[in-house]
Structure formats: structure tokens, C-alpha cells
T-cell receptor
Framework: AQKVTQAQTEISVVEKEDVTLDCVYETRDTTYYLFWYKQPPSGELVFLIRRNSFDEQNEISGRYSWNFQKSTSSFNFTITASQVVDSAVYFCALSARFTNAGGTSYGKLTFGQGTILTVHP | DAGVIQSPRHEVTEMGQEVTLRCKPISGHNSLFWYRQTMMRGLELLIYFNNNVPIDDSGMPEDRFSAKMPNASFSTLKIQPSEPRDSAVYFC???????????FGPGTRLTVT
């Protein structure tokens, strides 16, 4: 079974602070995919990044960076110099092999419970 | 390009009524997913299709829920009869390939009174 844990329920920071959102996952598979999604107050879910289990290289996109460490089963997300527009719920998700009578697939996403980030001006 | 399209955006209905939610995936995507989001249970996968074929419906709460994908560009999620505990935001998502990122629609906020 797959599991994603986002231990931080809520984080509150002041604008320009750096903030790291933690994500720990569990899976027995050696091939899997990790994702981060953002859900702003408007409600839509916005894809941020996908990482596969064979690529541990960290990634940076503007003020966003992700740290993937297989040794600790973690895929943490850091926002540098946070802004009010970063206020949202952030979800970490895992896609691992799923097998049933229909065969094997990687389509099933398991989401963490989400971290509510509030950035104050 | 248009994203995932869902309709209606909001639905208010009375207990016992039939509710049909609609989804048009991104053109060319071959996987489609239906999720439900509530405060208590978070995001739950209800069912997903690959090439129009249901692959996993283990998340469908009960027989009152059914989903179809008659072609690559359209899917429905039906609740009959609806109950107040079905009140939630229902999201449809599509992906180009299983395991790749899923793109979500804006969601349908369902309220059953």
C-alpha cells in the first residue's frame, strides 16, 4: 500500500520568509512518481512538479525548489522569499504501481492531507 | 489549449434526486480520473479510466455512484439517489499517460440538502 504524510497541517509565515513543506511517502515499489500540487483559495488544483524515483536530482523553478531524498523517503518543497500569492493548500502525491484484475498501472494518485500555507504581508 | 472542462460548476439538489456531473478531458489525454474532496476525508480517488476503460473503481463509495466514459472526450459521474453526505467538491482530471501528471478541472461543488 502507498501512503503520503504531510505532517505540517498549517504553516504561517510573513512575506519574504523562506518556508519548507515536508512530505514523507511509503511504497514498496522501486518505480514510482512523486508530485506537488497547489490549491489556491479559488479551489482549482494546479500541478507544480513531477519526479520519478530514478531521478534524485533536486529541481529549482524560480522561487520554488524541491529536495528528493530516497534514503529518507522524503520529497520536500521550499518556497524562497514567500509572497502573499503563495497562500494556498499544498498537496504532495505519490503514484506507484497498482495491480488488480485489470492489470498493472501507475495511474492511481495517493494524496497527502495537505499543508495550509498562509503568507502574511 | 483548453484545460479539463467540468459542468456544472455548482449543483444544489435535494436528497433523493439524481445528479450527473460531466467532464471533458484535455484532448489527447488517455487517462481520466474522478476525485472527491471533503474536509473530513481530503482528496479521494473514486474511479479512473484508461483508454475509456475503467481500471479501478474501488474508491466508488457505493452502488449509488456510477461512472461512464463513452468516448475519449467525455465522461459522467452519476449519483442516484443523492444523499446529504455526498456533498463535496468533485474533480475530474486527465493525464497523457499513466504515471504522468494529472491536470485537474475546476471542480463541481455539489450540495445535497
Amino acid at each position: 500500500a502507498q501512503k503520503v504524510t504531510q505532517a505540517q497541517t498549517e504553516i504561517s509565515v510573513v512575506e519574504k520568509e523562506d518556508v519548507t513543506l515536508d512530505c514523507v511517502y511509503e511504497t514498496r515499489d522501486t518505480t514510482y512518481y512523486l508530485f506537488w500540487y497547489k490549491q489556491p483559495p479559488s479551489g482549482e488544483l494546479v500541478f507544480l512538479i513531477r519526479r520519478n524515483s530514478f531521478d534524485e536530482q533536486n529541481e529549482i523553478s524560480g522561487r520554488y525548489s524541491w529536495n528528493f531524498q530516497k534514503s529518507t523517503s522524503s520529497f520536500n518543497f521550499t518556497i524562497t522569499a514567500s509572497q502573499v500569492v503563495d497562500s494556498a493548500v499544498y498537496f504532495c502525491a505519490l503514484s506507484a504501481r497498482f495491480t488488480n484484475a485489470g492489470g498493472t498501472s501507475y495511474g492511481k494518485l495517493t494524496f497527502g492531507q495537505g499543508t495550509i500555507l498562509t503568507v502574511h504581508p | 489549449d483548453a484545460g479539463v472542462i467540468q459542468s456544472p460548476r455548482h449543483e444544489v439538489t435535494e436528497m433523493g434526486q439524481e445528479v450527473t456531473l460531466r467532464c471533458k478531458p484535455i484532448s489527447g489525454h488517455n487517462s481520466l480520473f474522478w476525485y472527491r474532496q471533503t474536509m473530513m476525508r481530503g482528496l479521494e480517488l473514486l474511479i479512473y479510466f484508461n483508454n475509456n476503460v475503467p481500471i479501478d473503481d474501488s474508491g466508488m463509495p457505493e452502488d449509488r455512484f456510477s461512472a461512464k466514459m463513452p468516448n475519449a472526450s467525455f465522461s459522467t459521474l452519476k449519483i442516484q439517489p443523492s444523499e446529504p453526505r455526498d456533498s463535496a467538491v468533485y474533480f475530474c482530471a486527465s493525464s497523457l499517460y499513466k504515471g504522468y501528471e494529472q491536470y485537474f478541472g475546476p471542480g463541481t461543488r455539489l450540495t445535497v440538502t
